[in-house]
């Protein structure tokens, strides 16, 4: 504490501490010998600096908690509330915290030393302001946390000019082994110091990104209303009160920022408010029931942002990087950037009723190079978001320049403060990390407007996905600096438009300059490859679709989710992303098939082939050609072609069989591929392979069928005329029986006139009774009369048929 720094903000040079440790050296050597006592207030001097641990921190730690005002004006009485743990062995008795202010930094640069040496007992940290803005203690045990609370008027501070001023919190005492007052612990941070309002406030625009990871997939369900399903329950937990996305709404609604939307979000969100599935194991899904809390959000983003400036990121928010550095070479990747970006306007519009900027392209990290910039502007966009340790100052600039640079080919780089950007990153869900953040956020603000009288445009350009600790820490800050005096709020648009520092860098670095850290995240060339395999698999499907946006928008996003940003780290995941949008476009492109057939057997020379194309899709199919092809044309062909083709229609649901007429040339078995075809010549689906085995009627067998076919008829003809003279004949017999029974009649004896039994039927002396040609069987009224003679008894002669 009490060594002196060679500059504002900077350590000892190394001569000073060598004769620093000498003096101390020399000096314990009559006390470790007890040849002289020096007075207590000479041992407390020289043993304030010397209770370290091994990384220069002292055994005691500090913690400020809470610091307000976070930028103090005359009048104000400044709050400092914490806590100090001694992590030594010994008790430490009679301490105490006070506050150490020290002079006013000089530059940024010398901010950023101070930060990174917080709580090294090394240092200029002034003097304590003491007296009664104490927090004393009798004792400190070992391991327990107490809390400590110091509140002391502004004016007791002795702070000059305007300026940031390092304030430390330091904890004093001593311990059995050095029993005299030392500092044992100290946390460094800053005070910025600005009473009236500034001539030239900062322009600042703070940029409040609504962005997420992928929630929902390729799937939709059968209905009318394409059910979507989501991946997980993930996007509800962020909605919830208190998650993430619902602290980020709650914060931004409050402040004067630009809103930086992924539509990917909204379209997500939206789609929860109706009915949605979740995907569970397997193929099973189970419904989502969070609509209500999906709807309150959307409700509170379309009242936040009303009024507000709203730019729109491509649909899903690609990674540009990625897609310069590995995608540019795969064709049909800059033109998914481009649907991302067409779809992206109609997103925000359709879900929040407000007209979004799409003039804007984010890089990852603000980082570019000039194959980022080329890809960045071929979607329409003219503005590029870059970022200060990316398009760095090369010049001699004393000053920090405004965002807004052109860099050619009519396109405006942007560029967001490094210092400010990057101010929250981190675990900041201590209190003590997010007050050390926005005091540092509020010190590099007032001192980058200290450093010019000259009017600047800054932009604040956090990180895309905050956490809720790192969302609450900014917005804190942001609310400080609006309600400061050096910084005015200002739209992204009007920063874009901001005239230009002429001594600005506008020149971008190159490809080599990008990132290593950054370049290992990207996606790889084989995603996009595989991203281009999924869109040809599309374009080749929807042409046969009758209703072929109920397919292309919902696979359309998720290729657009294939390249966003939120993959970065998560290799793994993106892949199996990609591989179930592809998984699941092949399974829909399967449902329309050709059944399997198995041998088909053709008699004659020709003959039809019936193929059978089945459609399990819930719509139907058209603009499909069935081409059935022959691989042996000499044995079978389609009229006088190896092939036929037929247009086929199938409704959803249905199956229907195309038949084919062919014609044998040769015996024999022959290989016949069936084949579905779009009407510009694409194969779809796979092919059905199947043999026909022809077999050929020869003349001579033609011939024989004939003569057995004349055999028949004549026989047919002989057993007709032979049954007509035999009924003849019958109908002569018995008209000559009936004439000699009227001459009996006269000589019988009996009643000449008597009624005559119908079922008795008179017998001629020269019948036979039993069975044979002449017996006499009952006739029907069907039988006609005989037209054939008796036959012979007699064997018949040779080549004579006999009638059985």
Not at 346 to 372: M, N, R
């Amino acid at each position: 504490m009490a060594e002196a720094a060679d500059s504002p903000g900077m350590t000892p040079s190394p001569a000073r501490r060598w004769l620093r440790r000498t003096g101390a050296l020399l000096a314990g050597v009559p006390l470790l010998a007890g040849l002289l006592q020096l007075p207590a207030a000479s041992a407390q001097a020289a043993g304030q600096t010397s209770v370290k641990d091994a990384s220069g921190a002292g055994t005691v730690a500090v913690a400020v908690d809470s610091l307000s005002p976070g930028a103090p004006t005359e009048g104000d009485t400044l709050t400092v509330s914490g806590t100090v743990v001694n992590n030594g062995r010994q008790a430490v008795t009679g301490a105490h915290v006070g506050l150490w202010v020290g002079s006013a930094f000089n530059t940024r640069s010398a901010i950023d030393t101070a930060a990174k040496n917080a709580e090294s007992l090394s240092g200029d940290d002034g003097s304590e302001v003491g007296g009664k803005y104490v927090a004393k203690f009798a004792k400190l045990t070992p391991g327990v946390a107490e809390h400590f609370s110091i509140s002391v008027p502004v004016d007791k501070l002795d702070l000059g000019e305007d300026g940031v001023y390092p304030l430390g919190v330091a904890l004093s005492g001593q311990t059995s082994a050095r029993p005299w007052e030392q500092v044992l612990g100290i946390q460094r941070t800053f005070l910025p110091w600005q009473p009236e309002e500034a001539d030239t406030p900062t322009r600042t625009t703070v940029l409040w990104p609504l962005v997420s990871s992928v929630h929902m997939t390729a799937e939709t369900g059968s209905n009318a209303q394409q059910t979507p399903v989501f991946l997980n329950d993930d996007l509800a937990g962020e909605l919830a009160p208190g998650g993430r996305l619902d602290q980020l709404l709650s914060l931004g609604k409050e402040l004067d920022v630009t809103w930086v939307i992924d539509p990917d979000l909204l379209a997500s969100v939206d789609a929860m408010t109706g009915s949605y599935r979740i995907r569970g194991d397997g193929d099973t899904t189970t419904a989502g029931t969070h609509q209500a809390l999906a709807k309150q959000w959307l409700a509170e983003l379309q009242e936040a942002v009303l009024g507000k400036e709203v730019v729109a990121l491509p649909f899903a928010d690609p990674d540009l990087a990625s897609l310069a550095h590995n995608g540019t070479g795969v064709a049909g990747s800059l033109s998914q950037l481009k649907a991302a970006t067409d779809v992206a306007a109609t997103t925000v519009e359709t879900v929040l009723h407000v007209t979004p900027s799409t003039d804007f392209a984010w890089p990852v990290d603000g980082a570019v190079d000039p194959s980022i910039v080329k890809v960045a502007t071929s979607a329409g966009a003219d503005k590029v978001i870059a970022r200060g340790d990316s398009l760095a100052e090369t010049g001699d600039l004393t000053y920090t320049p405004s965002a807004a640079r052109p860099i050619g080919g009519g396109t405006t780089a942007v560029v967001a403060d490094a210092r400010l950007s990057t101010g929250f990153q981190g675990d900041l869900t201590k209190a003590s990390t997010s007050t050390l953040a926005v005091q540092e956020f509020l010190a590099q603000s007032l001192a980058l407007n200290l450093q010019t009288a000259k009017q600047r445009s800054v932009v604040v350009a956090p990180q895309r996905v905050p956490t809720a600790g790192q969302a609450r820490a900014l917005a804190t800050a942001v609310t400080m600096l609006q309600g400061g005096t050096w910084s005015q709020a200002q739209q992204l648009t009007a920063a874009a438009k901001a005239k230009p520092d002429p001594g600005a860098t506008t020149k971008v670095p190159s490809r080599s300059a990008y990132p290593s850290s950054l370049r290992k995240q990207e996606l790889p060339r084989s995603a996009f490859e595989q991203i281009a395999y999924t869109q040809d698999r599309l374009d080749n499907f929807k042409v046969i679709l009758a209703n072929e946006a109920r397919v292309v928008t919902p696979f359309g996003r998720a290729m657009n989710r294939e390249m966003t940003t939120s993959w970065r780290g998560r290799r793994s995941a993106a892949s199996s992303f990609r591989q179930s949008v592809q998984d699941y476009l092949d399974t829909l492109t399967g449902q329309v098939k050709l059944i399997d057939k198995s041998e088909t057997k053709l008699s004659g020379r020709s003959a039809t082939i019936p193929v059978t194309v089945q459609n399990n899709l819930v719509q139907g199919v058209d603009h499909l050609i069935l081409r059935l092809t022959s691989t042996n044309p000499t044995r079978l062909e389609f009229s006088d072609e190896p092939y036929a083709e037929q247009r086929v229609t199938v409704s959803g649901g249905h199956s229907t069989t195309v038949k084919f007429t062919t014609s044998a040339n040769v015996n024999g078995q022959t290989r016949v591929i069936a084949q579905l075809y779009t009407e510009d010549g694409q194969k779809y689906g796979a092919e059905v392979a199947f043999d026909v085995r022809v077999t050929e009627i020869t003349a001579t067998v033609m011939l024989v069928i004939g003569g057995g076919v004349l055999l028949l008829v004549l026989a047919g003809f002989r057993m007709y005329t032979q049954r007509k003279r035999a009924a003849a004949r019958e109908t002569a017999e018995t008209a000559q029986d009936g004439e000699e029974g009227e001459d009996g009649a006269d000589e019988a004896d009996g009643p000449a006139d008597g009624p005559e039994d119908p079922e008795r039927r008179q017998t001629r002396p020269d019948e036979k009774s039993g069975s044979g040609a002449g017996a006499a069987d009952p006739e029907q009224p069907s039988d006609g009369t005989p037209d054939t003679a008796v036959e012979s008894v007699d064997p018949s002669g040779t080549g004579e048929r006999v009638d059985r």
